[in-house]
């Protein structure tokens, strides 16, 4: 485990590299929120 985060090293090496595929949002809201972020979700009607 790394750190507050709570996860491996190669897991935090594809959330810096910007590999969002390989992560759920309920996964990145969390990690967002231990990362001390404040979390807001909008949703928008497609255009």
Not at 13 to 29: C, E, I, P, Q, T
Request: avoid cysteine.
């Amino acid at each position: 485990m790394t750190g507050r985060l709570g996860i491996t090293r190669p897991r935090l090496n594809d959330l810096l590299r910007g590999k969002m595929s390989k992560f759920s949002l309920d996964a990145l809201a969390l990690l967002a929120a231990k990362a001390g972020l404040k979390v807001k979700l909008s949703v928008k009607k497609a255009a």
